[in-house]
């Protein structure tokens, strides 16, 4: 229920308060005074696009706020779901700033407007010429067959199932657009798989290759140079080694002269155990390298293969081909396996398919029930609303399964006797219209939990009793719901618990919309000017107090 709604900057609208009362409020007042600006501030609240245009003052921030009464509307689960603190007493606000950015905020925290568009429609069902469209389209009409029917968890359940078998299709095709593509190259990545396998790749083999070949191309220098060193180490009597050893043995002997040589005795010695230890290690090396011509040639053709396949595949090492051997493998392997897993998926989704018909088929038969009920009491409102030749139905036809359901339904419309109820956009005038709508709200008010119901003009191409009929229905709805209702008609307006105000002050530079809450004796004078305009007779002025008696 709105307790509270301030407007700020927006529009014609410098400054408004209001507090509507729980049960029915009327809002009237000269035509352009600014009683639809009203319902744009409100529909702000309830997550509406924002435009700078409406700002009064182009250089200051519009702010619209509205503080709502949520007590024993059950949402708790909503607020905790979106992380938002829950307060009995929500107060909503919108700021538009005057470079165009927008803000929204629930209880003080920031919000998407898609957050608050969802939690608007638990707040409030206004009613405007957007209603009249939205009538004639069949999801519209499915939302109130719906709720009429009380199908929310049918409906719930349809939609899991619904997603279920959008999951099931989504992984089938993926993986059949997979195996399609695989398939296709499937004898090529074979080519490319045996290719690579045939040559037995190993982790760092390609160093070990180039190291082995580069000694074997130089096979002969190599043991040439190493006799070579050797000999000049190892010659018995000009050699090195024999030459140091001699050496040494001096050293040995000034150790004994004095202490300090001790220090060359040992550098000296680990200086020749290291010659010796080099000359053992040629000696080695010497022993394995080989002068193999074919062995050279072996090498040459595994490392130009190796080269080749990089090359081939714009890799680098022969770990990057091990890795795209791997892959290839994969992918034969799954190209083994794809039957079956494609044979699985279709399986999952042809039973997620007949779990969404099944579910489908409870919530269309659960529908369908209800469209008698729902054309009788509605043809039953729209007699008591003037329209005594009234004539309402459904019409259905089974669809695919769809993101509603495998229904698709129109609401047939005939105001006259006679004629043949059809699609409501081809025969409803603007007056009918308007009683349908409200018939529609009506019945739905019982259905619905909503703290809030705004009529705009409801009552636009009504009159006498009809209106005053209209105006007996919403007291009813006010009796468990909070209503506002913009009027042009006298005895509508007369009913009200509360009676606003809405007018121009142009008292200043720019004209501004201004709204005051009536007394008895203003809203006398209102109701009188409303039945016989700006300056109404003493007749006038007591209608108006016999409307407002009753």
Same mark, same amino acid.
């Given at each position: 229920m709105l307790k509270t709604l301030s407007i700020a900057n927006y529009a014609l609208i410098q400054s408004l308060d209001m507090e509507p009362c729980a049960t029915l409020n009327m809002i009237t007042g000269e035509t352009g005074a600014g009683k639809s600006i009203m319902l744009g501030a409100v529909?702000?609240?309830?997550?509406?696009?924002?435009?700078?245009?409406?700002?009064?003052?182009e250089e200051k921030k519009c702010i619209v706020e509205g503080e709502f009464d949520l007590k024993n509307y059950k949402l708790k689960d909503f607020f905790e779901s979106e992380d938002l603190d829950f307060e009995e007493i929500c107060i909503i606000r919108r700021e538009i700033s005057p470079n165009g950015k927008s803000r929204a905020f629930i209880n003080d /925290?920031?919000?998407?407007?898609?957050?608050?568009? *969802?939690?608007?429609?638990?707040? @409030?069902?206004?009613?405007?010429?957007?209603?009249?469209?939205?009538?004639?389209?069949?999801?519209?009409?499915?939302?109130?067959?719906?709720?009429f029917t009380q199908s929310q968890n049918e409906l719930t359940a349809y939609t899991q199932a619904f997603q279920d078998y959008q999951k099931a299709k989504r992984s089938? #095709?993926?993986?059949?657009?997979?195996?399609?593509?695989?398939?296709?190259?499937?004898?090529?990545?074979?080519?490319?798989? #045996?290719e690579l396998s045939s040559l037995g790749l190993k982790a760092g083999e390609q160093e070990e290759l180039e190291s082995e070949q580069e000694i074997l191309e130089n096979a002969e220098e190599i043991k040439g140079k190493i006799q070579e060193i050797l000999t000049q180490l190892q010659d018995e009597q000009f050699g090195g080694l024999n030459i140091l /050893?001699?050496?040494?043995?001096?050293?040995?002997?000034?150790?004994?002269? &004095?202490?300090?040589? *001790?220090?060359?005795?040992?550098?000296?010695?680990?200086?020749?155990?290291?010659?010796?230890?080099? =000359?053992? /290690?040629?000696?080695? *090396?010497?022993?394995?390298?080989?002068v193999d011509f074919e062995k050279l040639d072996v090498t040459r053709d595994r490392l130009s293969k190796i080269y080749q396949l990089q090359q081939k595949h714009g890799l680098e090492t022969v770990e990057d081909l091990i890795a795209l051997q791997k892959e290839l493998a994969d992918k034969a392997f799954q190209i083994e396996n794809l039957d079956e897993q494609?044979?699985?998926?279709?399986?999952? @989704?042809?039973? =997620?398919?007949? /779990?969404?018909?099944?579910?489908?088929?409870?919530?269309?038969?659960?529908?369908?029930?209800g469209f008698q009920h729902f054309s009788k009491e509605l043809i039953s409102l729209l007699v008591q609303l003037g329209m005594e030749n009234a004539q309402?139905?459904?019409?259905?036809?089974?669809?695919?399964?769809?993101?509603?359901?495998?229904?698709?339904?129109?609401?047939?419309?005939?105001?006259?006797?006679?004629?043949?109820?059809?699609?409501?956009?081809?025969?409803? $005038?603007?007056?009918?219209?308007?009683?349908?709508?409200?018939?529609?709200?009506?019945?739905?008010?019982?259905?619905?939990a909503l703290p809030?119901?705004?009529?705009? *003009?409801?009552?636009?191409?009504? $009159?006498?009793?009809?209106?005053?009929?209209?105006?007996? %229905? %919403?007291? #009813?709805?006010?009796?468990?719901?909070?209503?506002?209702?913009?009027?042009?008609?006298?005895?509508?307006?007369?009913k009200g618990d509360q009676h606003y105000f809405v007018y121009k002050d142009n008292s200043t530079e720019r004209t501004i919309s201004k709204i005051r809450l009536l007394e008895k004796d203003e809203r006398i004078t209102e109701?009188?000017? %409303?039945? &016989?305009?700006?300056?109404?007779?003493?007749?006038?002025f007591e209608s108006a107090r016999e409307l407002l008696k009753d």
């Open positions: 529909g702000l609240l309830l997550g509406n696009r924002a435009d700078t245009k409406a700002l009064f003052d /925290s920031p919000v998407r407007l898609e957050i608050l568009k *969802e939690l608007g429609k638990s707040l @409030m069902d206004v009613h405007s010429q957007h209603d009249s469209l939205q009538l004639g389209e069949g999801e519209y009409q499915l939302d109130l067959i719906d709720a089938y #095709e993926t993986l059949a657009k997979q195996a399609l593509e695989l398939k296709k190259e499937a004898d090529f990545n074979q080519f490319q798989l #045996e /050893s001699q050496a040494n043995h001096g050293i040995q002997q000034l150790g004994k002269f &004095a202490h300090k040589f *001790e220090t060359f005795k040992e550098r000296f010695q680990s200086v020749l155990i290291e010659l010796k230890d080099i =000359a053992e /290690s040629l000696e080695d *090396e010497d022993s394995k390298v080989e494609l044979e699985n998926l279709k399986f999952e @989704m042809d039973e =997620a398919y007949k /779990s969404l018909l099944e579910k489908g088929n409870l919530l269309s038969k659960k529908r369908k029930a309402v139905e459904f019409s259905h036809t089974a669809i695919t399964p769809s993101k509603r359901g495998v229904d698709q339904i129109d609401l047939l419309f005939s105001a006259n006797k006679g004629v043949k109820p059809q699609a409501l956009k081809q025969v409803a $005038s603007g007056g009918e219209f308007s009683r349908l709508i409200f018939a529609i709200k009506y019945i739905m008010a019982d259905k619905m809030t119901l705004i009529f705009d *003009e409801i009552d636009t191409g009504v $009159s006498g009793e009809v209106a005053l009929q209209m105006v007996r %229905m %919403m007291q #009813e709805i006010a009796k468990k719901h909070q209503v506002v209702c913009i009027s042009h008609l006298p005895q509508v307006a007369a109701i009188a000017k %409303m039945i &016989a305009g700006s300056n109404p007779s003493e007749t006038a």
